[in-house]
């Protein structure tokens, strides 16, 4: 029984809303046209871009360690600072090296004086033989002294090399040019070969930048990798950008240097190198970035300002102006471009809609517009 009270309540409570709109939209129909804001469409130039977080890195980085044992005598360099290739860096205590490299250049000259020596007897003996007034032993033991000989100023000369060699080693350069980080020991320490670390010297200009895609990006990047060879450009294009730790944007774009060789088969992702100038130093190894990747949907685009939609049910309209009234259109938005919004669908070059006093209007308002077409491009957006 309550129940189809109930029924009966709700059915005549509709009937009277109904019979209230109906008779209130009249009058509203013949209200004055209302002024509004209005905005013509157009396409324009839209550039957006994917974004990653990326890792500075030297494109050479080397670890400085002494081939020879001793203790440090000098270091010669300010740390922090630029240096050159070649510049002399350490200097290991060299005395005993020198001692050897001279001992060994003497042993070159015994070895070479005996050479002689050898050779005489061979020849004197080698005559004697020919006239058989020499024994074929006594004979034989001078040939095999001048091959000894021989033997011994081999020797001789590649010790020679070699202690020239560690006493080159005991003074240390640098093997490129680059920046050259704190030194991890001072003048009078004790340096152990290939495990004493010296300083680590890294390049400066250019960089790498490191960052991370799903494999199913491999095809794209590999594409653009693909382009840039082929057009061989000497300063890159704005594909590949950079955003600072500050948020700014840096200064010079970059290009594809290397695409991993193998996708971790874990987290199904790949590692790509950027490579960017670095004149001014601003990029330090190990320096966290944003990647930034321009969006191959970038170009024309439909664009009109955010403030202009109406969400409804998670479905978003404009109000059009058609002949002086308003009719409302269902659109399909795209990325928001700071203060503008990208139009899929819905509406074409050339509508006007409505971007101010959209609470005064309906569907099938008479308006008035003023114009309110802001110019200019529309800003860059993230789609990732």
């Not at 070895?111 to 005489?120: D, S």
């Not at 980080?181 to 890294?202: E, H, M, N, R």
């Amino acid at each position: 029984m309550n129940k189809k009270i109930t029924i009966i309540f709700l059915t005549g409570a509709l009937a009277l809303a109904s019979g209230s709109c109906t008779r209130s939209k009249a009058p509203m129909q013949q209200q004055a046209a209302v002024q509004v804001g209005a905005y013509t469409v157009s396409a324009r130039k839209v550039s957006y871009y994917d974004s990653y977080p990326g890792t500075v890195a030297a494109l050479n980085q080397t670890e400085i360690h002494s081939q020879v044992s001793g203790y440090v005598t000098g270091i010669f360099f300010r740390e922090g600072s630029h240096i050159s290739k070649g510049q002399k860096l350490y200097e290991i205590d060299r005395t005993k090296y020198l001692a050897a490299f001279n001992q060994a250049k003497a042993n070159v000259g015994i070895a070479e004086a005996n050479q002689v020596k050898a050779r005489r007897d061979a020849d004197r003996y080698t005559a004697l033989n020919e006239q058989n007034a020499v024994a074929r032993q006594v004979y034989d033991d001078a040939i095999t002294n001048l091959e000894n000989a021989k033997m011994q100023v081999i020797a001789a000369s590649a010790a020679v090399i070699s202690a020239q060699t560690d006493y080159n080693y005991s003074q240390i350069t640098a093997p490129y040019s680059g920046t050259i980080g704190f030194s991890s020991v001072k003048t009078g320490a004790y340096i152990v070969p290939g495990q004493t670390l010296l300083t680590t010297i890294s390049s400066n200009d250019p960089v790498g930048v490191d960052f991370i895609v799903d494999e199913k990006s491999i095809p794209e990047f590999a594409s653009l990798r693909e382009k840039e060879v082929k057009e061989s450009k000497s300063d890159p294009d704005s594909t590949f950008g950079l955003v600072l730790p500050d948020n700014t944007n840096y200064g010079y774009f970059g290009r594809i240097s290397v695409i991993d060789r193998a996708v971790d088969n874990q987290s199904g992702t790949i590692k790509i190198r950027l490579v960017f100038p670095n004149k001014d130093e601003i990029l330090k190894p190990g320096m966290n970035c944003g990647v930034r990747v321009l969006n191959s949907g970038s170009g024309e685009h439909l664009v009109v300002p955010y403030k202009a939609l109406i969400e409804q049910m998670s479905e978003y309209f404009v109000y059009r102006i058609d002949s002086g009234r308003v009719k409302i259109a269902k659109i399909e938005p795209g990325l928001v471009l700071g203060q503008f919004i990208e139009v899929k669908k819905g509406l074409s070059p050339g509508d006007n809609i409505v971007v101010d006093g959209i609470q005064k209007v309906f569907n099938g308002s008479r308006v008035l517009t003023a114009a309110n077409n802001p110019g200019g491009q529309a800003p860059a957006g993230q789609s990732k």
